[in-house]
């Protein structure tokens, strides 16, 4: 019964550090204490008990951590406003020739420089097919 309380303590410290070092491992060897806890109050010696704690660790890592890794990670970025102009049409507003430099074109409703490898003239209608920074990249519709 004594060791069905020192699993209990080590559980309580295993958990206890998992706040302070977040790294979804510790948690787990705190849920793996149960098993060494059902042996003790079962009467199994101490081998067994170390035993059934190593099986539930191993088994909780590789079975619950992808899961707890997959619902708490950060997905949350900034999203680019210019992921949205991808595959979008516009017009140029300023020929852009490879040469001499980026154009002006108008997507949206708002006015980007842009860059294409030949030269697009006023007017034209454009696909933008990539982004740098603040400059699209695109080519003529035809």
Known sequence: MNEAWLWFAAGLVFA??????PS?????????????IGCA????????????FGLSLLAS???????????????KSIPSRTDRLLGATGSV????NPDLGPGRV????????????MTIQVGQA???VG????????????
Do not use: C, H
């Open 16 to 21: 206890v550090a998992e706040i302070f070092l």
């Open 126 to 128: 454009v696909k933008i």
């Open 61 to 75: 890592i590789f079975l619950l951590r992808p899961l707890f890794l997959e619902k708490y990670k950060n997905t």
């Open 106 to 117: 108008t997507v949206m409703g708002e006015d980007w420089a842009a860059i294409s490898p």
């Open 41 to 52: 109050l079962l009467g199994y010696g101490f081998a067994t008990q170390l035993i059934g």
């Open 93 to 96: 507003s300023q020929t852009i």
């Open 24 to 36: 979804f491992f510790l948690i787990f060897a705190a849920i793996a204490t149960v098993t060494p």
């Open 131 to 142: 982004v740098d920074g603040v400059v699209l990249s695109v080519k003529p519709l035809n």
